[in-house]
C-alpha cells in the first residue's frame, strides 16, 4: 500500500511539472556549452557580465542582459539581469564542471527568456545542468549551515524542508519543525506530512503570527541527509533542493529521478575562509527578490554581524521585517565580513607570533589534523598563531597516526577540539580515551579548550563567518585582548 502510494505521489509530481522539466531539458541540451571549462556563455553572440569573485575558486556566476533590457513585465522590473549562469567547478577533478545551473527569473518576463534560450544553438554538455526559476520560494536544505546563512539573509521562509534534524542548532527551525510534526500528527492525511493549507509556489505569503507558526510557515523533517524521506520531499514541492556534495558520490539516488533542481553546495571546499564565504552571493541570488516578509522569530536571534556578540530577542517571540532582496543583503553581508576578517588579520600580524594550537583530537586509530593549506590551516596563519604543520601544503584533512602527532607533543601549546554531547571532557576522562594525550605540553599546562556542537551553534555560525572563528584563535594565541571566547571554554 505505501509503495503504491509512493509511486502514485511520484506520478502526479511528475505530472504537475512537466512543462517546468521540459523547459529544464531543452536549456541543458541547447543553452549551454560543455562542462569542460573555457569562456561562459549562454548564446552563440550571447555575452554577459562575470561576477567578480575575490576568494572564491570554485565559483562562476555571469549575468546576462542589463537592467532596463527587460520589458515592463511587473515581475522583472526590478531584476538587474535577465538570467545568470551559475558554474560550479569540480574540487576534485581539476579542470571539470561540477554543475551548472542557469537562474532564471519567475514571470512572463522569464518564461520569454527560457523561450528564446532554447531556440540558441550551442555545444554538447558534459555535466549535470538545472534550469532554476527565481526566487526559490520552496526548499528542502540538508545542510545546517546554510539553514543560518538563510535566516541572516532574510529568506528563512523559504526553507520548506531540512535533514538531520538533530544536528541543528537554530532554535526557529527546531520550533517550525515541531509545529508540522504536530499538524501531521492532528490533521494531515496518511503519506503527506506537509498537506493542509501550504499552497504550491506561494511559500513566503502571508504572515507568521507571533508564537504560533502557521502552516506556510513550518518545516518538515525529511529524516537523515544519507537515507532522506523521498515521500515527504515530494509533498513539500520544492523548487531546489540544497545538499552537500561528495568525492566519488555517485550521484543522490532517488532525489535525481524527482526532477528538482539539486543545488550542489560545494562551499565546503573552498580552502580560503573568505572564499567559502563568498558564495552567499550565490545563494542570495538564489533566493532572488520578493516583497517585504514579516516573520516570527523565538527565543535567541539567529544573525551574527560581523565580529559581534549574538544579539538576543528576550522572552516571548516577536515579529520582525526582513529585507526584500536576499541578494543584496548578501553583498552586503559579505562586505561587513571581509572587512571585519582583514582588520583582525592586520591587528594580530603587528603582534608578535603567538601560542601553538591542535585544533583537533583522536579518532579511532588516526588523528585527523587540519593540512596548512586548509581552511583552518589559512585560519591559524591569519591568526599569527603557530601549528605544527603549517608547512603542509595540503588544503583537507590529513590523516595523521597518534604517534605522528605525539612526535611534536611538545610543541603544542593550545588544544581546544570539538566534541559532540554530554558535559565537557575532564583530563581523567580524555586520558581514559587515549593515554597518550598526556605527551602535548598544552595538556600538562592545562590549556585545554573545548566546544560542545550539540548546544553551540558552531558550525551554523563559523562556515559563512570566519571572522567570528579567526577572532576565536587570535584570542587563544595571543591572550583576552581581542575579547572574551564566543565557543570554545576552558
Request: proline content about 4%.
Amino acid at each position: 500500500m505505501k509503495k503504491s502510494l509512493y509511486l502514485c505521489n511520484i506520478k502526479k509530481y511528475d505530472m504537475m511539472n512537466r512543462n517546468i522539466y521540459i523547459f529544464g531539458a531543452l536549456l541543458a541540451l541547447l543553452v549551454l556549452t560543455a562542462c569542460q571549462g573555457g569562456k561562459t556563455t549562454a548564446g552563440e553572440a550571447e555575452e554577459g557580465d562575470t561576477l567578480k569573485m575575490k576568494y572564491a575558486k570554485l565559483l562562476t556566476i555571469v549575468k546576462y542582459g542589463e537592467k532596463g533590457t527587460a520589458s515592463s513585465d511587473k515581475d522583472a522590473e526590478d531584476a538587474e539581469y535577465q538570467y545568470a549562469e551559475v558554474n560550479v567547478a569540480n574540487p576534485w577533478k581539476a579542470g571539470k564542471l561540477l554543475h551548472r545551473y542557469i537562474l532564471i527569473p519567475k514571470g512572463e518576463e522569464g518564461d520569454k527568456t527560457v523561450t528564446r534560450l532554447a531556440l540558441q544553438r550551442t555545444s554538447g554538455m558534459g555535466c549535470t545542468t538545472d534550469t532554476v526559476r527565481t526566487p526559490v520560494e520552496r526548499s528542502a536544505v540538508f545542510i545546517a549551515p546554510h539553514c543560518q546563512l538563510m535566516y541572516e539573509l532574510g529568506c528563512q521562509q523559504a526553507i520548506r524542508g531540512v535533514c538531520d534534524l538533530n544536528y541543528i542548532n537554530i532554535p526557529d527551525v527546531r520550533k517550525r519543525a515541531a509545529s508540522a510534526g504536530k499538524a501531521s500528527s492532528g490533521n494531515a492525511s496518511s503519506g503527506n506530512a506537509s498537506s493542509g493549507n501550504a499552497s504550491s509556489g506561494n511559500a513566503s505569503s502571508g504572515n507568521a503570527s507571533s508564537g504560533n507558526a502557521s502552516a506556510q510557515n513550518s518545516i518538515v523533517d525529511c529524516g537523515s541527509s544519507m537515507a532522506p524521506d523521498i515521500e515527504r520531499i515530494i509533498a513539500l514541492k520544492p523548487e531546489a533542493i540544497l545538499v552537500s556534495p561528495f568525492e566519488n558520490s555517485g550521484g543522490y539516488g532517488k532525489l535525481d529521478k524527482l526532477h528538482i533542481p539539486i543545488i550542489e553546495a560545494a562551499d565546503y571546499m573552498e580552502s580560503s575562509p573568505l572564499g567559502r564565504a563568498e558564495w552567499m552571493k550565490f545563494y542570495g541570488m538564489l533566493f532572488g527578490k520578493g516583497k517585504n516578509i514579516s516573520t516570527t522569530v523565538a527565543g535567541k536571534a539567529l544573525t551574527t554581524v560581523a565580529g559581534k556578540a549574538l544579539t538576543t530577542v528576550a522572552g516571548k517571540a516577536s515579529e520582525a521585517t526582513l529585507p526584500a532582496s536576499c541578494e543584496l543583503k548578501a553583498d552586503s553581508l559579505f562586505a561587513k565580513i571581509e572587512k571585519e576578517y582583514l582588520k583582525l588579520k592586520a591587528e594580530a600580524g603587528k603582534l608578535p607570533k603567538g601560542l601553538s594550537i591542535l585544533t583537533e583530537r583522536k579518532t579511532g586509530n588516526v588523528w585527523y589534523v587540519p593540512g596548512g593549506q586548509s581552511t583552518i590551516g589559512i585560519l591559524l596563519k591569519d591568526a599569527n598563531a603557530r601549528y605544527i604543520f603549517s608547512d603542509d601544503k595540503h588544503s583537507g584533512s590529513l590523516p595523521m597516526s597518534p604517534e605522528q602527532i605525539l612526535a611534536k607533543g611538545s610543541q603544542v601549546d593550545v588544544w581546544a577540539f570539538k566534541y559532540f554531547g554530554g558535559a565537557p571532557l575532564s583530563q581523567v576522562q580524555l586520558l581514559q580515551e587515549y593515554d597518550g594525550y598526556k605527551a602535548l605540553a598544552a595538556f600538562s599546562r592545562g590549556n585545554i579548550y573545548q566546544v560542545d556542537t550539540s548546544t553551540v551553534p558552531y558550525f551554523e555560525l563559523t562556515s559563512f563567518h570566519p571572522e567570528l572563528l579567526l577572532r576565536e584563535f587570535i584570542i587563544l594565541a595571543h591572550g583576552d585582548r581581542f575579547g572574551k571566547l564566543k565557543f570554545y571554554k576552558k
